[in-house]
């Protein structure tokens, strides 16, 4: 069973992840920030990841820390979850629209960090939400997950369907990538041998 479970407290944040890999997209997300929780939702609905997450933190200050966390807890989650990676595609990739907006995503789960980021927002703020804490959450995520992840947002208006697109891009790349190959079931996908 590809399942994982992990906490980390720090002064700043109490976040709690659990998730199955093979799950159908259920989601039981509590964050304290409304828009965070719907994209972490977007994220499990269309990975087809099973997701609990319970996090709190220091929201007086403002979301950064308890978004960022979010992102290293569920990066090492992933990455407990994937195990030995033996039999997955590896590489996945995802153009997704979000009406006005066009966003891709590609990701190789290599065992090497690599996070590249071209996304502008025309708004400093979605909801509560500062739009540059989503960069900081996808490399926390891209770091602890240790993979490359690349999200370019090619056009669009709208910072609510920018950040969503990069949500749904990520989900559906991850699920290509994560899914075993049944031609390789047992093979590691590295000339390697290992990842």
Not at 12 to 29: C, P
Not at 99 to 125: N, Y
Not at 139 to 153: G, Q, R, T
Request: hydrophobic share 40%.
């Amino acid at each position: 069973m590809r399942q994982a479970q992990l906490e980390r407290k720090t002064t700043e944040t109490q976040i709690s992840v659990s998730l199955n890999l093979d799950g159908d997209g259920k989601y039981d997300i509590h964050t304290g920030c409304g828009f965070f929780d719907h994209m972490l939702e977007q994220f499990s609905r269309h990975s087809l990841v099973d997701l609990t997450v319970k996090a709190t933190g220091d929201l007086h200050v403002d979301a950064h820390h308890l978004v960022e966390d979010t992102g290293i807890v569920l990066g090492k989650t992933l990455a407990q979850a994937l195990g030995d990676k033996k039999g997955l595609n590896r590489y996945g990739s995802a153009c997704i629209p979000m009406d006005e907006t066009l966003t891709r995503c590609v990701i190789d789960l290599s065992g090497r960090t690599a996070f590249v980021w071209h996304v502008k927002f025309p708004t400093e703020k979605v909801g509560e939400l500062d739009t540059e804490v989503f960069k900081e959450f996808f490399a926390a995520v891209a770091d602890n997950l240790k993979a490359a992840i690349h999200i370019e947002n090619l056009y669009g208006d709208n910072s609510h369907h920018i950040a969503e697109s990069c949500f749904k891009a990520f989900a559906r790349a991850f699920r290509h990538a994560s899914e075993t190959d049944p031609r390789a079931a047992n093979i590691t996908p590295s000339t390697k041998g290992a990842l």
